[in-house]
């Protein structure tokens, strides 16, 4: 979201833009809409085929409205409440459980993992690999990379038992301790 102010006389005008996948959304407003004589609220809308397409116009939309005198308001980025990040910490950990589980597996018993299997972890991996600003860059990272090596190594050695079992095993243990160090930081 990128606010836009001016301010002339003892009004201030404003330019909310908004860009939500491939729609882009301007709201125009005045702080006291009563002193004037009519109404300006103004809302535009405006959809396009790709997100390439939604984000120039949202630089161009920025563009016109710096040329017309507007200044751009910094606004920080949203940060996850208490509650939500206790939510993703338990999720995190449970996950964590599950690929030690998994990846024990195999290593205890005579069977392999099936296939179904790795499609069912690929969820939980996509998930930890978005999930936005409650995991740091190279965590997310690390479980990009484990996944993708998992799945080769899945695919191109079947033979070889305890490869993904063990990058398994790796996967959960390091996300268990970052998870467990996280929360210490968390409760401090």
């Known amino acids: 979201m990128i606010i836009l102010r001016k301010q002339i006389g003892s009004l201030m005008y404003s330019w909310t833009i908004y860009r939500d996948g491939r729609t882009v959304q301007a709201f125009f407003g005045v702080n006291e809409p009563w002193m004037l004589d ?3 609220d103004e809302k535009t809308e405006e959809r396009f085929t790709f997100r390439f397409q939604a984000r120039r116009r949202v630089k161009k939309l920025i563009a016109e409205k710096q040329a017309d005198g507007y200044q751009q308001e ?11 990040q206790l939510t993703f910490y338990k999720r995190a950990t449970w996950f964590a459980y599950v690929l030690f589980g998994v990846g024990l597996i195999p ?5 392999t993992l099936s296939p179904y299997v790795m499609v069912i972890l690929a969820v939980p991996f996509l998930i930890m690999s978005t999930s936005g600003k409650m995991l740091p860059f190279w965590v997310k990272t690390m479980c990009f990379i484990s996944y ?5 190594s899945y695919r191109q050695e079947p033979d070889v038992q305890c490869l993904d079992a063990g990058l398994l ?7 268990f301790v970052y998870m467990k160090k996280s929360k210490k930081r968390f409760n401090a």
């Open 38 to 40: 009519e109404d300006i």
């Open 74 to 84: 910094i606004t920080p980025d949203p940060v996850p409440s208490q509650e939500e």
């Open 107 to 111: 290593l205890v018993t005579p069977w």
């Open 148 to 152: 993708f090596l998992i799945n080769i």
């Open 169 to 175: 095993l790796v996967t959960g243990m390091f996300l």
